[in-house]
């Protein structure tokens, strides 16, 4: 009996932080159907225009990590989330009243500065309850939990859409949060400790960088999030640029979407066992070869040529996206795995600086797609290549 009792209770932890995590998913992915209302209502004539609607969320995610994670360390875990959320909710409704794209992207980053919040402080709370290979299983079951919203986020927005305008999207999102909300407030205990707690001061960031930076793993890792992150971030804010425009796909899109994300729920899902067998490093490695090779492959063959037919990208997406399944969580766990005595912190600085490499990597990319998705795989073979080179160096280093 207690183990049952043990094991619902884990899966209602792993499904809490899924869905505090999968807030700034939501945000991202359910907009992308209203992009094209939105061109109309902000005036927006550029396609690559529209893509600054989900990058800009990005830099609101990566830099609010900074303020919220630092104070997480001395106030707790439960009250940052809780004013985080505020932010989001007071945020949405500045987007909801834009007349412009330059209100609009004020609205997006202040978003992702709310969002920042519950999307950092979970792996923070993670950190605080697990360790090592058991938490990067927990870290696969979030991510194969936290896959679910992405995949039906845009049919949730195609749907509003269908009957409301753009606006009631994000009204959803607003509503979503606070039921997530409710739930966190009765059900999550404060995992911040009092020998963990850390007095405030205006040194604590300080201190928490410096110890940060001694530790060449967590840096190393955390670089290699970015670069992986950024190619990544060039398919979401392209997404609709690609399966709309390029291949003219208008109501399919939301599944052709949902499709590719849940290639990469399935491989987060088998990592969740795998990597207790394996271990993270092994696992991140190979998978990483895997996207290196994959993208080299679509580079090679579809070099100064069109789009190939939609079955054959739709393959190429998928190895991908299977591929990230098993990276990413992997690589995150590795990143956190030395500074559990820092771990809010520890997290606001890996967020932050991996949102900083991938905002600008994204956008840097997402220029060059104008006619043709062949920009997405070379910068997936460029971020994979240099991400693998970067592994290569620390495993070298801990040799010597």
Not at 263 to 275: E, T
Not at 371 to 395: H, K
Request: charged share 10%; with cysteine; glycine share 8%.
């Amino acid at each position: 009996m207690q183990s049952k009792t043990k094991e619902k209770s884990e899966f209602e932890f792993i499904a809490l932080m899924a869905f505090l995590m999968a807030n700034a998913a939501l945000s991202i992915d359910a907009i992308l159907p209203g992009l094209n209302g939105m061109a109309i209502s902000l005036n927006i004539t550029e396609s690559n225009d529209l893509q600054l609607i989900i990058t800009m969320i990005l830099v609101g995610l990566g830099a609010g990590q900074l303020v919220f994670g630092t104070l997480s360390d001395s106030f707790g875990r439960k009250p940052m989330v809780y004013v985080g959320a505020l932010t989001f909710i007071l945020a949405s409704f500045i987007c909801v009243s834009a007349q412009s794209l330059e209100v609009m992207l004020v609205g997006r980053v202040l978003q992702g500065i709310g969002l920042s919040a519950p999307r950092s402080i979970s792996i923070s709370i993670i950190r605080d309850s697990y360790s090592g290979d058991n938490m990067a299983r927990i870290m696969s079951f979030i991510t194969t939990l936290f896959i679910i919203v992405p995949m039906i986020a845009p049919m949730a927005g195609q749907l509003v859409l269908e009957s409301f305008t753009w606006h009631y999207i994000i009204l959803f999102q607003i509503g979503f949060i606070l039921l997530v909300l409710v739930w966190f407030g009765i059900r999550q205990k404060e995992t911040l400790t009092k020998a963990n707690k850390n007095k405030f001061s205006t040194s604590l960031f300080k201190n928490g960088l410096i110890e940060f930076l001694k530790i060449k793993q967590t840096v190393v890792y955390t670089i290699i999030s970015g670069l992986i992150g950024g190619a990544f971030f060039v398919y979401l804010s392209a997404s609709k640029q690609i399966f709309q425009d390029q291949y003219g796909l208008t109501t399919t899109f939301v599944y052709v979407f949902g499709a590719l994300a849940f290639s990469m729920g399935v491989s987060s899902f088998l990592n969740s066992f795998l990597v207790i067998r394996f271990g993270m490093k092994k696992m991140a490695t190979y998978f990483l070869i895997i996207f290196i090779v994959a993208s080299m492959l679509y580079c090679i063959l579809f070099f100064g040529d069109v789009n190939p037919s939609l079955p054959v990208i739709m393959i190429f997406f998928a190895i991908q996206f299977l591929s990230l399944g098993f990276i990413f969580g992997n690589i995150r766990s590795l990143a956190m795995e030395p500074i559990g005595h820092i771990a809010g912190v520890g997290a606001a600085i890996n967020g932050f600086v991996s949102t900083l490499m991938s905002v600008p990597i994204a956008i840097f990319i997402g220029s060059f797609l104008i006619d043709t998705a062949y920009p997405i795989f070379l910068g997936f073979f460029i971020c994979g290549s240099l991400s693998l080179a970067l592994m290569v160096y620390l495993n070298r280093s801990k040799k010597k």
